[in-house]
């Protein structure tokens, strides 16, 4: 079969019952997509299909072919290719509101996100956790991972991004309450 994975065209051989999922780690060494649930209750195989988040696990490779699949790998490469610098803006925002954890569920989670944010770029907080409800972070990073999102639309809104989690904990400290 023949993939359009990260904007290459991979030849690929596997058996006709293996998932995308297993393509991309097995015989592509994309392992950025994780192998969690096997029954797509986690998220954390999650890829964009023609700009739409996908439970890679729940899908045969072979209804991939002639599609634009998109990997965590891919990510940086393609922002970079459209003309922005540094990482993808969901990939810094991550870093920035320490919303990486264990990394376990980050490539789904951004992924998911990017999806959003490439359909509605400034979604409201509802659609934002509504975007993100088909992943699980297992570290229950949640409010980080919200912010990250938040961040960026308040950016795109030339307002002030929300303050990180901890910061909003150390306020209190640095004027002498405890």
Same mark, same amino acid.
């Given at each position: 079969m023949h993939l359009k994975v990260n904007g290459d065209v991979h030849d690929v051989d596997a058996p006709d019952h293996w998932t995308?999922?297993?393509?991309? !780690?097995? !015989? @592509?060494? @994309? *392992?950025?997509?994780?192998?969690?649930?096997?029954?797509?209750?986690?998220g954390a195989? *999650?890829? @964009?299909?023609?700009?739409?988040?996908?439970?890679?696990? @729940?899908i045969l490779a072979r209804e991939a072919e002639g599609r634009e699949i998109v990997t965590i790998e891919g990510l940086w490469p393609l922002h970079l290719a459209r003309g922005g610098e540094g990482p993808d803006p969901v990939q810094d925002a991550f870093d920035?509101?320490?919303?990486?954890?264990?990394?376990?569920c980050q490539s789904?989670?951004?992924?998911?996100?990017?999806?959003l944010l490439d359909r509605t770029p400034s979604p409201t907080d509802e659609e934002i956790a509504r975007a993100l409800s088909g992943n699980l972070c297992r570290c229950t990073g949640y409010t980080q991972i919200l912010q990250a999102v938040q961040s960026i639309v308040a950016r795109a809104r030339g307002v002030e991004?929300? !303050?990180?989690?901890?910061?909003?904990?150390?306020?209190? !400290?640095?004027?002498?309450?405890?």
């Open positions: 995308l999922l297993e393509v991309l !780690r097995y !015989r @592509l060494g @994309l *392992t950025g997509s994780k192998q969690g649930c096997d029954k797509g209750d986690c195989c *999650t890829v @964009l299909v023609d700009g739409e988040p996908m439970i890679s696990c @729940l920035r509101y320490g919303a990486l954890q264990c990394g376990f789904g989670m951004i992924l998911s996100a990017r999806a991004p929300p !303050r990180r989690s901890w910061e909003a904990a150390n306020v209190g !400290r640095q004027a002498g309450e405890r």
